[in-house]
Nanobody, 123 residues
Framework: QVQLVESGGGLVQAGGSLRLSCAAS????????MGWFRQAAGKEREFVAT????????YVADSVKGRFTISRDNGKKIVYLQMNTLKPEDTALYYC????????????????WGQGTQVTVST
């Protein structure tokens, strides 16, 4: 099992920036990729971004492309989500998750999840 702990959420004005972090521990050798997902109140969990531990190749959802960037520190086993030009519609609980398969965007492919960190963007 991989344990994941997110941090970095908070309240920010529209147009501002936040950087989320996700620290992985435990059986990290079983993790090939990490993903960020978000869930707004009353909505389904939505894919945001994913990155391969090995190659660093990444993919972000169209809804955040050009504003959000995913990166990783392999040595520290930390994944980051840099969020710029935030919009009120980005308000959600953000989760990081671990998968044994690279490049997938469905939550079903991720078998370890953090508790989430709240991001609130005000107008």
């Amino acid at each position: 099992q991989v344990q994941l702990v997110e941090s970095g959420g908070g309240l920010v004005q529209a147009g501002g920036s936040l950087r989320l972090s996700c620290a992985a521990s435990g059986r990290t050798f079983t993790s090939a990729a990490m993903g960020w997902f978000r869930q707004a109140a009353g909505k389904e969990r939505e894919f945001v971004a994913t990155i391969s531990w090995g190659t660093g190749s990444s993919y972000v959802a169209d809804s955040v492309k050009g504003r959000f960037t995913i990166s990783r520190d392999n040595g520290k086993k930390i994944v980051y989500l840099q969020m710029n030009t935030l919009k009120p519609e980005d308000t959600a609980l953000y989760y990081c998750a671990s998968s044994s398969v690279v490049g997938l965007t469905t939550p079903l492919a991720y078998n370890s999840w953090g508790q989430g960190t709240q991001v609130t963007v005000s107008t």
